[in-house]
């Protein structure tokens, strides 16, 4: 049995838990609080490229880039506002690379489940992941001959940071799957 969040509808939205008139809304709290939480667990691992495939399959690019942009501004704000990192030149621009592969693998995930529109949806999600990750992971090691952290690339610590990333879509996914189950309770309610 499919899940009904995760079928395809007229609309671009391949994850459709709200209205599509509250899906921008929707999406910029789950993926802030996510972020939120994220960032204060992994600090600078937090699993942007399971964000970036939530943002893609909920909304059009143009909606799903500034929603993952103010996943980011949370990142680096509770990065230097409460973890303390460290306000110098190196820090900076490793935190725009961030930005900048966050919104690389929001349009890449865009892409792959636009290509894949008519696969089941956990085919399309696993590759928008993959490539998504990828193109998040290859951002970041571009800029490492000018940033440093080369040595942060290792096949267990990469590996281990897209299990992450596979982890939280899936949780994502849950927790659009419950708010679509819950949506109609709660509008039954308010109208009595």
Known sequence: MTL?????????ARLAPVPPRHAAAFCF?????????????FACATPFAAFAVIAAAMLPLRTALPVMLGAWLVNQGIGFGALHYPVDANTLAWG???GAAALSATATARGVLQA??????????????LGAYTAYELVLLAATPALGGAASFTLPIVARLGLTSAAWLVG?????EIVRLLAPLA?????S
């Open 29 to 41: 709290a789950l993926l802030t609080t996510a972020c939120a939480l994220a960032s204060f667990v």
């Open 187 to 191: 509008s039954r309610r308010a109208t």
């Open 96 to 98: 725009a690379m961030i």
């Open 116 to 129: 894949l529109h008519a696969s089941p949806a956990p085919l399309a999600f696993a590759a928008a992941l």
């Open 4 to 12: 009904d969040v995760l079928a395809p509808s007229g609309s671009e």
């Open 172 to 176: 994502l996914v849950a927790v659009s």
